[in-house]
């Protein structure tokens, strides 16, 4: 199939940017999106032009690098998809596709769909963790855990951090990545330790990354392509006032 | 046996990590020395750190005789970590914990997307959980069977051992672990095994204990123990006074390029399966870091050891970027079968199950379809080879799950392999549950590395190699659910533990930038790139990756002649030729360059390409996943040569194109005794 790409171009952070259009031609079905655009870039390299500069890396889903706005979605179209995953057979011959970075104030673009993540490392560093030094733990069996809570404890460890909650949300929100890992740790009894510091310390580091607030819109559900539930927001924000009525 | 062996070490173990590296070592051979396949036999290697005496104490009497660092010396005293997979942020982690400052560094825009996140399957430890008569000593023992009695006793029992105290660690830092209804752990069985020992989350155990790792890492960043570099890539190695030093890297955002410093430097830095092109490997995966400390010195061990997965999606196209692994734990429920005639064009419903080959159950029926990866990849080629092979190309055996929702019901498949599934319906718009998955082998993972000793040094004084970087543990051959075990042992239980004995004798003399070593390293570093950008040819960095994948795939791959490797060392040296002649990168060396970044990777896998050959080319037998045609018993299974290579191949670099210098360590077996690997 033949398709028109209209593509986000930026030169560096301080660039303006605009969107250039290029046409593509003799596009395979089973291609997947991000070898669509390696053809592309090969094309721009032989003409000597440079290629389209975008974040990638496993292409089977998992690593969360990947990170495109697809015809104003992020990930595109296909639900509990990345971007590496989703397949040209989901687009027809003619088609016109617009492809942008993640726009959120918490991640500048560094240049054409790159955009920089680091502020998600700076919420973990904050709390998202058990403070489990090399050496110290008891056996593995000392401890049951009730196979619902390791279920959904599971569920919400799934979350890959790739970001498309944010570039979903109006606000720019990073809730639904705090909220994945405040649940996934507070659900075990090993995480309770540090439950209410953990939900204090990350939505302070979450704020103070740039990211908005959270006004319960569910944007972010609907993009994540692990399938994050927006319930793990509700379950932060217990835990949070739990926590803050504590300390004041 | 060694017909190109030319005689006594020409090089002296003096030159080691004595390399320049000039460019006139970049192209092809300049002294027209073509001799395909030459190599020089140098003085054997011998691993000094291991004690000997009962297998069992061994680790113990190494961690006792080996010297400590006192808290306040450690402070004093900076480890480098180059990558953040498993392997490197739990030896970040750790080290950090230990009081250690450490600088950290990965190529991906976090520490948290390293390639271990793709880890599927699930992770071994001899808990015996399950009663089934599992052990450290059976998970050695397994673990030295399936590496084809090719791997050092020492080490592979050191990593059983300390195996069962991974998933303790794991489960503490809140790895949430597959469960049972009482709450405890559950585990499965997989390939090479018979007992049920792979811990797993669900389809996604690596991920699950990188993020445990990662997590670790970041609490030592946030305490300001651990400096990271993410988007940041290790060009070279820095050499003082015959101790690794330092590291040149770019910084991938802005261009810069930096020298740094520290009293060690450990390579967590992955495999070399990308040389392939085409494997399960992350795009980004390369072999750089382990080949620029080859280049200086670091001898390569067994390069030709090279793993192909039997349960991957196959290739759909010409297009095709990278290949997408299935779990191998699929195989615990799922049936591998062809039909049974050739050309057999009927959609697989249509074929009667009198007219199906279950070939797995039927050639070895007590492992059945759970036999070792190797194995498994070499029936699929033989059918396939055969005439029997199922979609495009009639490449692709089928893997059914039919009889497996009529036992367990679909729920319960969901449960298991759900992620799978949708996986493999995204990529092939094709239905698992109603029809059956096809399957191919594909490049998963490197047994080769850099030599190292039982401490996890490399022949460079303060080098240090962990995790698939190395080639300590696997042998010939890796068992499934052991990559993940070996990485985590390595950066959690064992490095921190031997680093100690080298760091004892620092810090060592303060270095800078200006120190000639650096300044010199630094320039290759700049020249090369700048190399890279002028030469401004007329093909792609990919295509030549693609070219050279395609070489490798057909003559190095899974199955190997003396024909096709000496062809494939003159493609290769052709090939490097002129790459270095026609590639076109664009963009400056300033800014973020992808392509840039690819080049230079890929300059390094044209050279590491001729040594896997030549290493391929010398082991005249086959054993585990290096399968010479010429060596193989009256039924087609891998023949070992034990009386003659029994050994580890550790090659040290004297010039791309030169004759590498093969040097020896002979392996001896006090505990299991080699015998031909029989799953039948």
Not at chain 2, 233 to 261: K, N, S, W
């Amino acid at each position: 199939m033949n398709l028109t790409l209209r593509i986000w171009r930026q030169r560096s952070p301080q660039d303006k940017g605009r969107m250039v259009t290029y046409q593509v031609s003799d596009v395979s079905p089973d291609m997947s999106f991000l070898e669509m655009l390696d053809v592309l870039n090969e094309r721009l390299i032989l003409e000597g032009e440079e290629p389209v500069a975008f974040d990638h890396d496993c292409r089977e889903g998992i690593c969360g690098m990947c990170s495109m706005v697809i015809n104003g979605r992020p990930h595109g179209p296909q639900k509990l998809t990345t971007t590496c995953q989703l397949h040209m057979r989901h687009f027809k011959d003619g088609d016109t596709i617009d492809i942008e970075p993640w726009r959120a104030r918490a991640f500048p673009v560094i240049k054409d769909l790159v955009v920089n993540r680091s502020a998600f490392d700076k919420i973990i560093q904050a709390g998202g963790y058990i403070s489990a030094p090399t050496g110290s733990a008891p056996d593995a069996h000392s401890t049951p855990v009730p196979k619902p809570d390791a279920d959904a404890a599971f569920e919400a460890a799934e979350c890959i951090a790739c970001g498309a909650c944010v570039a979903a949300c109006p606000n720019g929100s990073g809730m639904l990545f705090t909220a994945a890992k405040i649940t996934h740790l507070g659900l075990l009894p090993q995480g309770q330790p540090e439950r209410e510091t953990r939900v204090l310390d990350m939505v302070a580091a979450h704020d103070d990354a740039g990211f908005g607030g959270c006004t319960n819109i569910g944007e972010c559900t609907a993009s994540c392509p692990k399938g994050i539930p927006l319930t793990t927001i509700g379950r932060l924000n217990g835990d949070f006032i739990k926590a803050a009525r504590k300390r004041s | 046996m060694l017909d190109n062996q030319t005689g006594d070490n020409q090089m002296g173990n003096d030159q080691m990590g004595n390399d320049q590296m000039g460019n006139d070592q970049m192209g092809n051979d300049p002294m027209g020395n073509d001799q395909i396949g030459n190599y020089i036999v140098g003085e054997p290697i011998a691993e000094t750190k291991a004690p000997d005496g009962p297998i069992e104490t061994r680790w113990e009497r190494r961690r006792f005789s080996g010297k400590l660092v006192n808290p306040a010396n450690k402070r004093k005293m900076t480890v480098i970590v180059v990558g953040t997979g498993l392997a490197g942020a739990s030896a970040g982690a750790t080290l950090a914990e230990l009081g250690y400052h450490v600088k950290s560094y990965c190529y991906q825009d976090s520490p948290r997307r390293a390639h271990s996140i793709a880890a599927q399957g699930g992770i071994n430890a001899a808990k015996n959980y399950r009663n089934d008569g599992d052990s450290v000593y059976r998970l050695f023992y397994d673990t030295v069977k399936g590496g084809d009695f090719r791997s050092r006793e020492s080490n592979v029992y050191r990593l059983a051992e300390v195996s069962v105290n991974i998933i303790d660690q794991a489960v503490a830092q809140g790895v949430p672990f597959a469960r049972e209804y009482g709450g405890l752990l559950d585990t499965r069985s997989f390939g090479g095994t018979q007992v049920s020992r792979t811990f797993y989350a669900r389809g996604q155990t690596g991920q699950q204990l990188l993020l445990g790792a990662y997590q670790a890492l970041e609490r030592q960043i946030a305490a300001g123990n651990v400096e990271m570099n993410a988007r940041h890539e290790m060009l070279e190695l820095i050499i003082v006074d015959g101790r690794a030093r330092g590291i040149v890297v770019r910084d991938l955002v802005t261009g810069e390029i930096t020298t740094e410093f520290a009293d060690a430097v450990v390579l967590a830095s992955g495999g070399y399966g990308n040389v392939f092109f085409l494997s399960t490997n992350a795009k980004g995966c390369n072999v750089t870091a382990s080949w620029r400390a080859h280049r200086k010195g670091a001898l390569f061990a067994n390069p030709c050891y090279t793993q192909i997965h039997p349960t991957c999606i196959p290739q759909s196209g010409d297009h095709q970027s990278k290949l997408t692994l299935m779990s191998e734990s699929l195989r615990n429920d799922g049936r591998v079968w062809v039909p049974k005639k050739a050309g057999d064009k009927r959609a697989p419903g249509d074929i009667p199950e009198d007219e199906r080959d279950y070939y797995l159950e039927r050639i070895y029926p007590s492992f059945g379809n759970l036999v070792p990866r190797d194995i498994a990849s070499r029936a699929a080629k033989n059918v396939c080879d055969e005439g029997r092979g199922v979609g495009p190309g009639g490449l692709g055996v089928y893997l059914d799950f039919a009889d497996a929702i009529k036992r367990l019901g679909r729920p319960a498949v969901e449960a298991k392999y759900g992620n799978l599934f949708d996986m493999y319906q995204r990529i092939t718009g094709e239905d698992p549950y109603e029809v059956p998955m096809r399957i191919y082998p594909a490049v998963h993972y490197t047994m080769g590395g850099l030599w190292v000793d039982y401490d996890l040094q490399s022949t460079i004084p303060g080098l240090f190699v962990i995790g698939e970087a190395n080639f300590s543990d696997h042998g010939a051959n890796r068992l499934g659910a052991s990559a993940l075990m070996q990485g985590l042992a390595d950066g959690y239980f064992v490095l921190p533990n031997t680093i100690n004995e080298y760091l004892a004798a620092g810090p060592f003399p303060k270095v800078d930038g200006q120190h000639p070593a650096a300044v010199e390293a630094r320039t290759q570093v700049e020249d090369r790139l700048q190399r890279l950008l002028s030469i401004n040819g007329d093909r792609t960095v990919d295509s030549f990756h693609r070219e050279l994948g395609h070489i490798m795939w057909e003559y190095c791959g899974m199955e190997r002649t003396d024909a096709g490797l000496r062809k494939a060392i003159e493609l290769i040296r052709g090939l490097r030729e002129e790459y270095w002649r026609r590639v076109k990168v664009s963009g400056a060396g300033e800014g973020l360059n992808q392509a840039l970044e690819r080049a230079g990777r890929v300059a390094d896998f044209l050279e590491l390409a001729e040594l896997m050959c030549i290493d391929a080319l010398h082991r005249t037998e086959s054993c585990g996943g290096h399968f010479r045609a010429e060596s193989q018993t009256p039924d087609g299974e891998a023949q070992r040569d034990d009386e003659n290579f029994s050994y580890v191949a550790a090659w040290e670099f004297t010039g791309a194109g030169q004759p590498p210098v093969l040097h020896k360590e002979d392996l001896n077996f006090e505990y299991v005794h080699p015998t031909q690997r029989s799953y039948k």
